[in-house]
């Protein structure tokens, strides 16, 4: 029965281990096709990763319309940028990179005060914790309150699970001040959450 | 009393240990896919496939005007700290200012360059305030050309992104306003050694 299991385990890794290489290769291959200006596999290359940049996006901006405008302008850059794509990080990582200066470019061209104020205002009803189940949507309620700085080291360092050296990288900022903001967002989110923090 | 100290301050940092150790296993629960509630690949397909437009007289015009303006902005603030011949005009090299100076999406500037220009902007009005109403309305006037020259530079980058003489004549442009910005520095500490006096 040991063996049996044992071949049957053995059997399985093989298949997972050859279908992730297949996802990779299928992977590669349109975007080599995408590379040559094929627009319909930079479809399929997006319709399978414009959840995981629209999730960053959100997180970010904590603002639907402006997640949504952040995603489109991603993917938009990525299109432009592919031929500079040279596979040295995952495809998925390289979007992220692509997506948080989408979402920094935006926030910089929102800068006047009445863009902020519209941006505030809709911050208050939108759906962002709709996509968390029960007790963590205290906690994605509180990161969107959360100061622009902390909150974007906060949503790469903590919810993405990026390096403090990676988020600095993309933030445009020193590792430190990513550690020193992931310590002010924790600061403030325990603030918010009460003292012991979100119950897990 | 100081071990009871200790002994609350050793509490206190268990408990933000704790706190903070579920703060980060709730924050890797939560959701890193979301699907948006409406499909945005029409928008993005629309602009892919459209063909770049490329508007070279508005371009051209843009750099023209943005090189007279630059030249005029320079010129007023020159004559207004040569005037009154106090003392040389004290001028950082950019270079040093810009290390981090770089384009990213909608040709915005690094963090490097926010910062130095965060701070200088953060005392310019109150610097503003110290100059004679002519000097000063000279000065306003200088840098809302500068910044109209920013907008237009801008405005033709959204047409042609990969003209680098714009990009160039962008970061220059921004370079100006800074200078402009950190010149009223020296004109008002002009104004207070006259007013020590």
């Known amino acids: 029965m040991a063996a049996v299991l044992s071949a049957e385990s053995s059997d399985y890794s093989q298949v997972m ?11 590669a291959s349109l975007i080599r096709r995408a590379q040559r200006s094929d627009t319909a596999a930079f479809e399929i290359l997006y319709r399978a990763n414009v959840d995981r940049v629209y999730g960053l996006c959100l997180r970010m901006t904590g603002n639907v319309s402006e997640a949504e405008d952040c995603t489109q ?17 995952a495809f998925g ?8 200066n989408a979402v920094l470019g935006r926030m910089r061209q929102s800068r006047r005060e009445h863009d902020r104020i519209r941006a505030v205002a809709e911050l208050n009803d939108a759906p962002v914790t709709a996509a968390d189940s029960g007790d963590l949507r205290d906690l994605s309620d509180a990161l969107n309150r959360l100061p622009e700085g902390a909150r974007h080291v906060f949503v790469l360092y903590a919810v993405y699970g990026y390096s403090h050296e990676e988020a600095g990288n993309m933030l445009g900022i020193a590792s430190g001040t990513s550690k ?3 310590h002010r967002a924790r600061r403030l989110l325990a603030q918010q959450l009460g003292q012991d923090g979100p119950r897990t | ?8 301050a050793q509490d206190d940092d268990g408990q933000n240990e704790a706190t903070d150790r579920r703060l980060i296993e709730a924050a890797r629960r939560l959701e890193t896919d979301i699907a948006p509630d409406r499909d945005l690949w029409p928008g993005v397909e629309a602009a892919i496939r459209a063909p770049r437009q490329k508007r070279r007289y508005p371009a051209m015009f843009a750099q023209a005007a943005a090189v007279v303006l630059l030249v005029g902005a320079s010129s007023g603030l020159t004559y207004l700290m040569m005037k009154d011949d106090t003392r040389p ?3 950082v090299a950019p270079e040093l200012l810009f290390d981090q100076v770089a384009f990213g999406d909608g040709y915005s500037l690094g963090p490097g360059f926010r910062d130095a220009r965060g701070s200088v902007a953060s005392n310019l009005e109150q610097e503003l305030e110290r100059l004679p109403a002519k000097d000063r309305a000279e000065v306003e006037q200088n840098l809302a050309l500068i910044r109209t020259a920013i907008a237009e530079i801008n405005a033709a980058l959204e047409e042609d992104p990969d003209n680098a003489l714009l990009q160039e004549l962008l970061l220059k442009t921004y370079r100006e306003e800074l200078n402009v910005m950190r ?11 006259r007013n020590d006096i």
């Open chain 1, 93 to 100: 990582t390289w979007l992220h990179r692509i997506a948080v």
């Open chain 1, 180 to 182: 020193a903001q992931l």
């Open chain 1, 17 to 27: 281990a050859s279908a992730t290489r297949t996802q990779a290769d299928d992977e």
């Open chain 2, 1 to 8: 009393m100081n071990d009871e100290r200790n002994n609350n």
């Open chain 2, 89 to 91: 005009v004290t001028v």
């Open chain 1, 73 to 89: 302008e991603a993917f938009i850059q990525a299109w432009k940028q592919l031929a500079k794509f040279r596979g040295d990080a």
């Open chain 2, 183 to 193: 010149q009223v520095r020296g004109l008002t500490r002009d104004v207070m050694s």
